[in-house]
């Protein structure tokens, strides 16, 4: 069985400050997909990166970080210089290796609420 | 290029109806998954479909059923409502064939069963 834990449902930052969203998941699945997506109020979720369980290369893009380490079944996220518009909740998410997001679907952490305060 | 587009935005509905939420896929996509997103349980897989056909199910009951048309679009019908059923029931596409592509999501439709 497959699960994902983010230990922090809500996490509360000044503008401009970085945080860190935390990932820690379970599978027995030797190769799998980690994933981060963003839910901002209007419902939507935004795909924000998707990782090879053999890629345990960190991944910058703009103010985004991701750090995974398989030795402790983390897939981190740091948001460096927040801003109020990266208010959101995020989801990390596993899948199986399998297309199109698994057949088993994917299985997403419960979120964490990230409020930036201006 | 038109994301995935759900329909309606908001349904209201009482114990024991039937709800019918619909879901337009991005163009070339089909695939098509549904979430439901309800407070405190967090995403939850509800049913994927592609080409037509129901390829799997989540630990859901029978009353929550769906179709994919030919267009691949797609339909998912909740009977016999219970207070429970209240979520935001998300729809996502994706190219089968192209392992692991992430999945797009449209806004959701937001059911409430009174």
């Known amino acids: 069985a497959q699960k994902v834990t983010q230990a922090q449902t809500e996490i509360s930052v000044v503008e401009k400050e970085d945080v860190t969203l935390d990932c820690v998941y379970e599978?027995?699945?030797?190769?799998?997909?980690l994933f981060w997506y963003k839910q901002p109020p209007s419902g939507e979720l935004v795909f924000l990166i998707r990782?090879?369980?053999?890629?345990?290369q960190n991944e910058i893009s703009g103010r985004y970080s991701w750090n995974f380490q398989k030795s402790t079944s983390s897939f981190n996220f740091t948001i460096t210089a927040s801003q109020v518009v990266d208010s959101a909740v995020y989801f990390c998410?596993?899948?199986?290796?399998?297309?199109?997001?698994?057949?088993?679907?994917?299985?997403f952490g419960k979120g964490t609420h990230l409020i930036i305060q201006p | 290029e038109a994301g995935v587009t759900q329909s309606p935005t908001h349904l209201i509905k009482t114990r024991g109806q039937q709800a019918t939420l619909r879901c337009s896929p991005i163009?070339?996509?089909?695939?098509v998954y549904w979430y439901q997103q309800a407070l405190g349980l967090g995403l939850q897989f509800l049913l994927w479909?592609?080409?037509?056909?129901?390829?799997n199910r989540g630990n859901f009951p029978p009353r929550f059923s769906g179709r994919q048309f030919p267009n691949y679009s797609s339909e998912l019908n909740v009977n016999a409502l219970e207070l429970e059923d209240s979520a935001l029931y998300l729809c996502?596409?994706?190219?089968?064939?192209?392992?692991?592509?992430?999945?797009?999501f449209g806004n959701g439709t937001r059911l409430t069963v009174t």
């Open positions: 599978t027995r699945d030797t190769t799998y997909y």
């Open positions: 990782r090879n369980s053999f890629d345990e």
């Open positions: 998410a596993l899948s199986p290796p399998h297309s199109g997001g698994g057949a088993d679907g994917l299985t």
């Open positions: 996502a596409s994706s190219s089968w064939g192209h392992t692991n592509s992430p999945l797009h």
């Open positions: 163009s070339g996509h089909t695939s």
């Open positions: 479909y592609d080409e037509g056909e129901e390829r």
